[in-house]
């Protein structure tokens, strides 16, 4: 998760190294650090460096630490060749290490190898059985191969040990949520809520599922959270205000006809309205007319 | 009505919805596709419009529902309904359509019934980077008698062309030049309303 302002930092430097302004190490280095994907940069601007004998020398101990983002980047972008390459100097340098060596199982991934990634995999874990990434090595072989229920279960089996990973539940989650399997992605979500209540998105995802699944009692609940959302992230979720809207409308089209007048749902509608109609005037004053018809089709529904 | 009905996917709609593709290359990405039956033959329905929908937990229903709300809003007024859903797996050699897909489909055939689904071939699409042109780089959906999603053969009668043929040399410019960096979808508008999804600068 990155948030807007580094993300913004992150586009502002590559725009910079992009069109030929230096800075190609702070780039890399902020990549490393915000863990984004960016593996295109990455290989073009790491090469760069490498393939440059005084930019190399000048890093000194950290090249090596380039030669694995870059080897990494290499294979996300199914540059194989250059990959074989990093991970030759690697090992030429570091010849018993467990961590060139785990890079070497991720080579095995990207040629598609995937029973010796396995074999490869398995033998480590059985040095280290407490090795966090190759864990997640194999949850992520299971779904490169497609074989999401096998996934799952690896996702599953890791969570037991490091319950306290937050991606890891944010990872399951999302798989849950591509085979529309939402309430086990609602658990997820609880129990990140648990661990980190202040985090909005967390509260967001949570109300998204449980309109997804519906229901009266899904959708109050729903409600609530897009609320809780609203607060933490200072009004400013668009996503959130929206939800209000659509479950105020979902909620009263259920109750139709049992003669619920919620006065404090209709004016929690109506300031919800009010600040999404705010915004759009102020930053998106073309879609304004059709940010007020699609509300009124949401009344109107209710 | 004599044969099947044909489909015929414009410039702009086809080429937004790869761009959204390979912007997104690690995800799986949706959209919409909008259009109507051509005036001259009811035997051809025109898809002349397209809308890049989300790039991320794209089978969760809220944000699904306020993009087709104001989609339905916008393009109704020009006599444009939504006829369509596209697809592209996360996967390189995944070929298959899954629930999430069928599942809108058959939403928006409940109110389109002749609605199509169309699923990025990425093979095509691959074969198209290196320069070799064979035709639209999706595959094509449609409902059968037991209401289910069959993919339709290419066979010599094609059902499913490029309005304009030179789409595909177009398209390959913009790969090239990277035009995708430039495409905004509908996730992208919710995080920042200042963006405009309907990327009317777009082709500017």
């Known amino acids: 998760m990155v948030s807007k302002f580094d993300e913004l930092e992150l586009n502002k430097l590559e725009n910079q190294v992009d069109n030929g302004g230096g800075g190609a190490w702070e780039y890399l280095c902020l990549v490393r650090k915000l863990k984004v994907r960016r593996s295109d940069k990455v290989l073009k601007h790491g090469l760069s460096i490498l393939n440059d004998p005084n930019k190399r020398s000048n890093l000194g101990g950290d090249e090596w630490i380039l030669y694995e983002q870059v080897a990494i980047a290499a294979m996300d972008t199914q540059c194989l060749d250059v990959a074989k390459e ?33 074999k490869a995999y398995s033998s480590f874990l059985e040095d280290n059985p407490l090795d966090q990434v190759i864990h997640k090595r194999r949850v992520a072989m299971a779904k490169a191969q497609g074989n999401t229920l096998e996934a799952i279960e690896w996702l599953n089996k890791y969570l037991e040990i490091f319950m ?9 989650a999302e798989i849950y949520i591509c085979l529309q399997m939402y309430k086990q992605a609602a658990f997820c979500y609880e129990e990140l809520i648990l661990a980190q209540p202040t985090v909005p998105l967390y509260h967001l995802s949570y109300a998204d599922v449980l309109y997804t699944l519906g229901g009266s009692e899904n959708l109050q609940t729903a409600k609530r959270y897009y609320a809780s959302t609203i607060e933490l992230s200072g ?12 479950c105020t409308s979902a909620i009263a089209q259920l109750t ?27 930053r998106a004053p073309s879609k304004l007319p059709l940010l007020t018809s699609a509300l009124r089709s949401l009344k109107l529904s209710s | 009505m004599g044969g099947e009905l044909r489909y015929e996917i414009g410039q702009s709609a086809y080429i937004k919805l790869v761009l959204h593709a390979l912007k997104h290359k690690t ?3 949706n959209g919409v596709l909008l259009g109507r039956f051509a005036s001259h033959n009811e035997e051809v329905l025109e898809i002349s419009e397209a809308v890049p929908l989300f790039h991320s937990q794209i089978a969760l229903l809220p944000p699904l529902e306020i993009a087709l709300l104001q989609i339905e809003e916008y393009f109704g007024v020009q006599g444009l309904s939504i006829v369509g859903y596209f697809h592209a797996n996360e996967r390189f050699d995944d070929r298959e359509l899954c629930n999430v897909a069928k599942n809108v489909g058959d939403h928006i055939s409940r109110y389109f019934p002749q609605a199509a689904v169309l699923l990025l071939d ?59 960096h430039d495409i905004v979808d509908f996730d992208d508008h919710l995080d920042d309303i200042s963006k405009d999804w309907l990327n009317t600068e777009l082709f500017k």
């Open chain 1, 235 to 246: 009004g400013k979720n668009t996503r959130a205000l929206f939800g209000i809207c659509l």
């Open chain 1, 256 to 282: 139709k006809g049992r003669n619920k007048e919620d006065r404090s749902s209709s004016d929690l509608q109506s300031l919800v309205a009010t600040a999404l109609e705010k915004d759009y005037k102020r």
């Open chain 1, 164 to 172: 306290a990973d937050h991606d890891a539940w944010r990872e399951l």
């Open chain 1, 86 to 118: 990093c991970v030759k100097v690697l090992r030429k340098r570091f010849p018993d290490s467990k961590r060139v060596g785990r890079v070497e199982g991720m080579l095995l991934e990207a040629k598609g190898s995937w029973a010796e990634a396995e």
């Open chain 2, 122 to 180: 990425n093979m095509k699409l691959e074969a198209l980077q290196s320069g070799k042109d064979g035709g639209p780089v999706m595959q094509l959906y449609t409902r059968d008698a037991s209401k289910g999603w069959k993919p339709v053969v290419a066979d010599g009668k094609s059902r499913f062309t490029l309005k304009e043929p030179s789409a595909n040399v177009v398209l390959h410019d913009y790969i090239i030049s990277e035009k995708w």
């Open chain 2, 27 to 29: 995800s799986t990405v």
